[in-house]
């Protein structure tokens, strides 16, 4: 077997995923079906797809980007008409077609995979995928789906969560890998939004300046973040309709909440000055 000589490069942030149960939670929450088309990210050297392919799924793409590990994958998989392998940077070739993803994401590129998978929340992917199944530094993956008032809850959790229904499948030690990373990891499900359910461009780019400009000073009060945006007076009304009290810290505030003002704000800025009267 050609991965035999193959040692796990840290350039490619690579750690093999060898315990058996979080391959299988893995695979059980992807909720594969004979119509599904499954992009798999980093397949490495094909633990997690080779339990793919004993799914109905009726076809499972790898992209991979370690030439040495794409030819291993040949020699493994190459007589499996439903596996498909693109050798390359996930981050800039043509993706394969697909309706879920698999991914053991390298930590360094795991904001512009997000990113790419899921999109920005004035440019969500055109196509969402039905869902993501994706392996991730614990860090991250609660960021994602923290709850407001937490000490992960972030910008990042408010975009993630505009964007998809953000849930844990389960932890991952670093025992579960080899090499074991220094840090802990945690899988993830992530259910992107329906296109008619997705923010429409204008609204979601104040929510954007929005989260910029509070998230930048986490530990201000948003009355101080948002200071200039309109008199305090009507900032405040504008605020406590949307269920948020200047007062608070951005970290409180939960997504909703920040899309609620977002919309007040484009009203206010959007309605036309007074016509002037003329005597």
């Known amino acids: 077997m050609t991965f035999t000589a193959h040692r796990a ?4 942030g690579q750690h093999w995923l060898i315990d058996q149960t979080v391959l299988a939670r893995i695979v059980a929450a992807a909720e594969l079906e004979a119509c599904d088309r499954v992009l ?23 992209v991979e980007l370690d030439r040495d590990l794409v030819l291993g994958l040949q020699e493994r ?15 800039t070739v043509e993706l394969p077609a697909a309706n879920k993803v698999v991914a053991n994401i390298p930590y360094n590129i795991t904001g512009p995979l997000l990113e790419r998978l899921v ?20 860090e991250v993956g ?12 972030s910008a990042l959790s408010v975009r993630m969560q505009l964007l998809a229904n ?13 090499p074991p990373p220094q840090v802990h990891s945690e899988v993830i499900l992530l259910e992107p939004l ?12 104040t929510v954007e300046m929005l989260l910029k400009r509070c998230f930048a000073a986490r530990r201000k009060m948003v009355r101080n973040s948002l200071a200039g945006l309109l008199p305090e007076a009507e900032l405040a009304g504008l605020a406590a309709a949307a269920g948020i009290g200047l007062q608070q810290r951005p970290q409180e505030i ?26």
Request: hydrophobic share 45%; glycine share 8%.
């Open 142 to 153: 609660e960021r994602i789906r923290s709850e407001p008032g937490a000490s992960a809850f």
């Open 77 to 91: 998989f190459g007589d499996q008409p439903r596996f498909q392998l693109t050798s390359g940077d996930v981050l």
């Open 119 to 138: 999109g920005r929340l004035d440019r969500p992917v055109a196509h969402p995928y039905d869902r993501l199944v994706l392996l991730v530094q614990r």
């Open 9 to 12: 490069r840290k350039r490619f």
């Open 194 to 205: 329906p296109v008619e359910q997705q923010l429409a461009p204008q609204l979601a780019r």
């Open 40 to 62: 798999e990210v980093g397949p490495g050297r094909g633990a997690l797809s080779e339990r793919l392919l004993a799914t109905p799924a009726a076809a499972v793409a790898a």
């Open 166 to 178: 953000c849930h844990s499948v389960c932890a991952v030690p670093p025992r579960c890998f080899q």
């Open 254 to 279: 939960a997504p909703a909440a920040w899309v609620a003002l977002a919309g007040s704000l484009n009203q206010v800025i959007a309605a036309p000055a007074a016509a002037p009267t003329h005597g």
